[in-house]
Structure formats: structure tokens, C-alpha cells
């Protein structure tokens, strides 16, 4: 292999690991603008959210065609494999993350003109400013290749749970104290349920990034509370 075809294929792994990089930059805001829209009841901000899942989608396959592109052209072996692997898995999960905050921002727009239920919003607000930590900290630790960055989200899922946990039975609280809460209540479980499932995708790339650098699967179970499904 000459150094000009060694240094195209090293180009190539560089550029699909920037493009998921920037692809996860999209997914944050997106999840950032969807919690936002919640907390203020911004109908404008989730038209947004829900108009801009497009975007992700395209870069989504985008990175797919490349990814499979490489590894048919290149047949990369061990680690070089397991980048375009990694690559490739991570960005569906950014995709789902996407998905989800969309779904958000068509609660959103359906809860505009809802009782504002300040302290139930303010619950929903700060679970999903803990869902944000966690992906932007595994999408930091999958750009510099950090491991301990990355199990250290991995180690914390139980967190996103416990807030899901208490929501769930906030809301029951509403819905039998003012049955006339019990239609805004029900959108409000799905925008905890479409959170709390953001966080277990944060943690499913903390598991990504682990096999991408040590080629091994996280041996220990993944550390879970029971949530209401």
C-alpha cells in the first residue's frame, strides 16, 4: 500500500469520525431546543425541532453510505473495522435521539394552550438537562476517544431513571387530584418516556466507544433501575 493511498484511507476514517462528530453536535441542539420548547411552551422553537429532523435523517444516511462504502472498498481489519463500525451504529443512535426529540416538539405544540403545571414542567426541565449532560459528555468522549469519559456515563444511567421514576409518579399525582389534567399529564409521560430513552441511547454509545477502543463488550450489566413502561 503506497503512503498516498495509506493517507486517503486514514483521511477517510478521520472524516466519517468528524461527520458523526458534527452529527451529534446537530442531535444535542436538537434535544437542547426540545426541553427548551417544553419548559416555555415555545410553539415557534418546536415547529422548529419537528421541521428540522430532516436534517439529521439525511446526514444519518449519508454517513451509512460512507461507512459501508469503506468498509467494502478498504476491507479494514481490527481497530480501522471497528471505527467504521462504531461510526456507523453511533449516528443510528443519534438518528433515534432525533426522532425523539421531535416527538417532544409535537407534545409541545399540542401542550401550548395547556395548564402550565409549572412545577410538573420544572421536573420534565431538569431530567431533560440531565439527558443533555449525558449525550454531550459521551459525544465529547467519543471525539477524543476518552474511555474512562465514556464509562463514567455508562456507570450513571440509573440517574436519568431516577428522575423518569419520580416524574411517573408526579404525574400520577396531577391526574388523580384534577382529572381534567389527565390529556396534558398523558403527553407530558411521553415527553419523561422519549427523555429517558434518550439517555439509555447516550449510554448504548458509552458501550459503542468502549468495543471501538479495547475490541471488547462491557462485561459488567449495565446498571438499570425498573421504570413504568
Keep these: ?41 415555545d410553539a415557534p422553537l418546536a415547529q422548529q425541532v419537528v421541521s428540522r429532523d430532516e436534517r439529521l435523517d439525511a446526514l444519518q444516511g449519508e454517513i451509512e453510505r460512507k461507512a459501508f462504502r469503506l468498509i467494502a472498498l478498504r476491507q479494514p481489519m481490527a481497530v480501522d473495522l471497528r471505527h467504521a463500525v462504531a461510526a456507523l451504529k453511533i449516528s443510528m443512535s443519534l438518528e433515534r435521539c432525533g426522532d425523539m426529540a421531535k416527538n417532544i416538539g409535537k407534545r409541545a405544540l399540542i401542550l401550548t394552550d395547556a395548564e402550565p403545571m409549572t412545577a410538573l414542567t420544572r421536573s420534565i426541565e431538569r431530567m431533560g ?18 474511555l474512562d469519559r465514556a464509562i463514567t456515563v455508562w456507570a450513571r444511567d440509573e440517574d ?11 404525574l400520577l399525582t396531577y391526574m388523580m387530584g384534577d382529572p381534567r389534567t389527565i ?3 398523558a403527553h407530558l409521560l411521553f415527553v419523561a418516556k422519549n427523555l429517558e430513552r434518550i439517555g439509555d441511547h447516550a449510554t448504548n454509545i458509552a458501550e459503542i466507544i468502549h468495543f471501538e477502543i479495547t475490541g471488547e463488550e462491557i462485561v459488567s450489566k449495565r446498571p438499570k433501575l425498573d421504570t413504568p413502561r
Design 1 to 41: 500500500m503506497t503512503e498516498h493511498t495509506v493517507k486517503s484511507y486514514g483521511d477517510e476514517l478521520s472524516h466519517l469520525t468528524a461527520e458523526v462528530a458534527r452529527m451529534g453536535g446537530l442531535a444535542e441542539a436538537q434535544v437542547a431546543d426540545a426541553v427548551e420548547c417544553i419548559a416555555r411552551r
Design 129 to 146: 438537562k440531565l439527558v443533555q449532560g449525558r449525550l454531550k459528555d459521551v459525544l465529547d468522549a467519543y471525539s477524543a476517544s476518552d
Design 183 to 185: 390529556n396534558a399529564c
Design 160 to 170: 436519568v431513571d431516577e428522575h423518569y421514576n419520580a416524574i411517573f409518579r408526579e
